[in-house]
């Protein structure tokens, strides 16, 4: 049997973690804020802190959500067996404090906190554990059934010994119970808000927060969870506003109605930075940004030639110059940068007008077409990168239309599969590739991410990759699907990015890791 503790993570954790509370390098640490001893001045701490984010938080259920503001919440107030570190690399342990697994690799035994207590005060039982693991398992709407689908069983042996048995051994076991999927909740309050179907209901959980008001579209309130097993969060409450439109966050939080802004325009960085009173920070991130093409609702878009065409005429490090500031890379691979098996060996098509010229004649469009690019009102980055890629692709005859929507009308087409190009964003949740790849080439998923491109033999080599236990090979197999990837040009990576936000310098303990997930135990406003 092969066992590890509690203690085995910690005491390597607490000395990553202290260098990046140390450093607080823009792009280079989680930490952005470091912790001062703000402890050792009585009534220097201000009860709430208010961030203004631009997406609305749709759902708070774990088992659907599709947006990283619902998973950032979701983290927050619910927790999986295990996690991952700060600098989102490593899996260390979460609501179990060791674990051990079999000779063969299929059975895992799960050791958990004892006495482990929801944020309403009520005992976390066996029945909630293995209702959460049923949820995520048999929930078909789910898009993240990846991380559970090589589960056979799940038993509770007593109230601290969870149980799971895989069909087959798997590499990626660990990093997919780190998914936010996975996450404990209270079986009680689903059955009593009719499975989370009763306005604005929200889960239960034994995160550091739980969630004490919800209005949709507008704000949600956390609040520290007394009944927290660990060490009780800094702030007593933080708020989420929903503010979509771009200028509008940053004149707010110039004007001091919030603490904190994300997703700030790259272009605004330098202004924010040069303000009085505010730090402007760009965070190492798994972000990537893809030009994603929807096959089933434009001819010319299901044709290969015409996509690598597009990727001829499109001009990446232009994009990356006018748009990132500085604060990103022209990316190849649809896999974030220098992540697990991130494939360095693809050559990257150089931007050729001509090329792309020849190609679109090649498939039968020779004078061009029309196409349709959707995207959300308020968003400047989104709105340039429109106009780049229209100037960019005029060039070659294709007539690109902008429209402006407002963004859950724009979820709605998407998800729909009724738009023919939006700009998709993605950043890992796990320390795996799994979780992409499963995106990208299990249709049933996402329609692939809703390209509605469908091969089913990188299907198969995706499948085999989850549970190839031989490092090389496996490896070789995303590599493989990465090379395929970009050579149908299943959608167009942009660029890396970094992740942007500004705050004030009130503002102390902001961590967000590269999978951005937020870890605001430490997080505070000081006050003078």
């Known amino acids: 049997m092969k066992k590890l503790t509690r ?69 927050l107030i619910c927790e999986e067996l295990v996690t991952t570190s700060d600098d989102g690399t490593e899996i260390v342990p979460g609501l179990a404090e060791s674990w051990e697994t079999s000779d063969d690799g299929l059975t895992w035994t799960f050791h958990l906190i004892s006495g482990l207590t929801f944020s309403d005060g009520s005992a976390v039982t066996q ?46 076991l660990l990093s997919n119970l780190s998914c936010f ?91 924010l930075e040069a303000a009085d009173g505010i730090t402007a920070v760009g965070i190492a991130s798994t972000g990537n940004k893809y030009i ?20 001829y005429a499109t001009d990446k490090q232009t994009i990356v110059d006018m748009v990132l500031y500085g604060y990103g890379e022209p990316a190849v ?5 220098n992540g697990l098996y991130w494939n360095d060996t693809i050559e990257a098509a150089d931007y050729d007008v001509d090329k792309a010229k020849e190609l679109l004649e090649e498939a039968g469009y020779a004078d061009g077409f029309d196409v349709e690019v959707l995207i959300p009102s308020g968003n400047e980055t989104y709105s340039q990168i429109a106009v780049i890629l229209k100037d960019m692709w005029s060039q070659i005859g294709v007539n690109l ?69 031989d490092e090389e090979a496996r490896e070789a197999l995303y590599f493989e699907l990465q090379e395929i990837w970009y050579e149908d040009v299943v959608a167009i990576n942009m660029y890396h990015a970094e992740a942007t936000v500004a705050m004030s310098d009130s503002i102390e303990g902001y961590v967000q890791t590269p999978l951005y997930v937020y870890r605001f135990d430490n997080l505070v406003k000081t006050v003078e």
Not at 443 to 455: E, M, P
């Open 7 to 75: 203690r085995d993570f910690l005491k390597g954790s607490a000395a990553g973690a202290a260098g990046a509370i140390l450093s607080g390098i823009a792009g280079t640490s989680a930490i952005v804020a470091p912790l001062t001893a703000y402890a050792d001045e009585a009534g220097s701490i201000a009860d709430e802190i208010v961030i203004g984010i631009a997406a609305s938080i749709t759902t708070l259920d774990p088992v659907l959500p599709s947006l990283t503001a619902d998973i950032q919440v979701i983290n």
């Open 401 to 469: 239309t902008i429209t402006s929507m407002d963004q859950a009308a724009l979820y709605e087409e998407e998800f729909a599969m009724q738009h023919e190009i939006i700009f998709g964003s993605w950043s890992d949740d796990i320390a795996d590739p799994s979780q992409l790849g499963d995106y990208w080439w299990n249709y049933s998923t996402s329609s692939c991410f809703y390209t509605g491109y469908n091969n089913e033999e990188a299907q198969a080599i995706f499948e085999e990759s989850q549970y190839e236990l």
């Open 333 to 337: 691979s649809f896999m974030p940068k």
């Open 181 to 271: 999927n996975v996450a404990l909740q209270s079986k009680a309050h689903y059955e009593a808000t009719n499975g989370y179907e009763d306005g604005g209901s929200y889960p239960i959980g034994t995160g550091s927060y739980a969630i004490s008001e919800w209005v949709q579209d507008d704000h949600l309130t956390l609040t520290a969870n007394e009944y927290f097993h660990g060490d009780a969060p800094k702030t007593g409450t933080i708020q989420f506003l929903t503010v979509s439109d771009d200028n509008s966050r940053i004149m707010m939080l110039k004007a001091g109605e919030v603490d904190i802004i994300t997703d700030v325009p790259y272009s605004s960085m330098s202004e």
């Open 127 to 172: 029945e909630d554990w293995l209702f959460s693991f049923e949820r995520a398992m048999t929930t078909e709407e789910s898009q993240w059934t990846f991380s559970v689908s090589n589960i056979d069983s799940v038993e509770m042996t007593d109230d601290e010994t969870l149980v799971i048995t895989l069909k087959e051994a798997s590499a990626s």
């Open 292 to 311: 994603t093409f929807n096959e089933t609702s434009n001819e010319a878009l299901a044709v290969k030639e015409v996509r690598q065409a597009l990727l």
